[in-house]
């Protein structure tokens, strides 16, 4: 049995697809985007605020599917340029513990609404 998750917290979708989809005990989320949820526009022109738009974003769809980031299992980071990494990943792992999910950070040409930072996650729902 799968579950959509939906949080006015995070930014709606802006195409055919869940914010967040629960299916058994995990939490698949979509790649989140630094937009402001309540206006539906960018946060920040640079790569900091960006990137903690996105965390803040993905953190309401955790909590809306009854999940943290401790429970992150594995994160997919895409980046309009790779120069970003070290600043990504400086604000990245302040959201998690001491074992940090799996995941893979790749350069893209392009991100939705010619974003920075796009990041998607899957996390356990605890029981």
Known sequence: MRKAIHTDHAPAAIGPYSQAIVHNDLVYISGQIPF????????GEGIEEQTHQVMKNLG???????????HAIKCSIFLADMGDFATVNEIYAKSFGEIPPARETVAVKTLP???????????????
């Open 113 to 127: 609404k010619e974003v920075l930072v796009e990041i998607s996650m899957i996390a356990e729902v605890p029981a």
């Open 36 to 43: 402001d949820p309540k206006t539906m526009t960018l946060v």
């Open 60 to 70: 309401a769809v955790l909590e809306a599917a009854g999940s943290s980031f401790d």
